[in-house]
């Protein structure tokens, strides 16, 4: 069973503990958070059921008047650009206790069946999108509020070995470089291998550098308020050298090293978020070319992506 503790600074101790309907302990994500390492959060799905308990303290000896203790679990999107002012587009409450008196340790159980989860936890650039459990102790004027938040993660079934044509796309300068460069597919799970071939048809300039970035773009709004947010989350070197006419370079980039989340199309009308592979080259004045595909990614379900009802735990960007 898991149990995380709020801030013994309130005036009021709260704990929560996520266990599921047999007893049996929740599995957790790996969740990554920039510049503080990781943090271990309990691990749903869509249409998982959350059990829990809630633990109220009060001082020995003493006793604490209330005005009810309630728990709500809340969906929230959050914008950089409106910090403060979470989007809730999920919400549900739970009542553990009507007015009264505390006059020692009282322990709550709770369950939310069957949560409508649709939406991944992300943590981005200039959005976050995260799912907490808020316990509330009602004091009159004044309230003690502690959250504990989750983590969720959904799958798609394993894509078919075919999707479709392969990409195929041309970077050129009139009479001084043509160059061809193959995928073998659009859409790829997390745990996929980019494969394909560099073709150098034409080759006038004297060529020193070639890699793949893989690049992801956060959108937010719309209209004249849309912003977008680009970030090079790895580089993969193709080559280093000068390459000739005729010459074919493959490509194998494995994606499980980096991390990745699945692409998301306007979640909650609040944001979305795109990959792209770049094709960087560098000549030797260090002129620099570029040619950009998106690529569509998706968690995958199958046994090799995920364990039951709970995915093992999994690094994630933060």
Known sequence: MQRLFGNLGQTVP??????????QPVKNATVKVKGLGTEQLPLFNNKDSIYGEVK?????GKKLEHQGIKVQL?????LASERGHPHD???LVRDLSPPGDLVQTEKYGFE???????YDSYRGLQVRLRYILRVTVSKGYSSSVKDFPFWVRNFEPLAAPTNGAPIKMEVGIEECLHIEFEYDKAKYHLKDTVVGKIYFLLVRIKLKHMEVEIRRRETTGSGQSMHNENETLAKYE???GAPVRGEAIPIRLFLSPYDLTPTYKTVHNKF????????????EEDRRYFKQQEIQLYRASDASQANGPHAAAATLVS
């Open 238 to 240: 193709i080559m280093d």
């Open 74 to 78: 809340l969906g929230q999107i959050e």
């Open 14 to 23: 709260i704990q929560l503990e996520f266990h599921r309907r047999d007893g």
């Open 89 to 91: 587009f999920l919400a």
């Open 272 to 283: 979305s978020v795109k990959y792209f592979l770049n094709l960087v080259l560098v000549d």
């Open 56 to 60: 109220v303290s009060n001082i020995p």
């Open 112 to 118: 939310f069946n069957d949560v409508e989860m649709q």
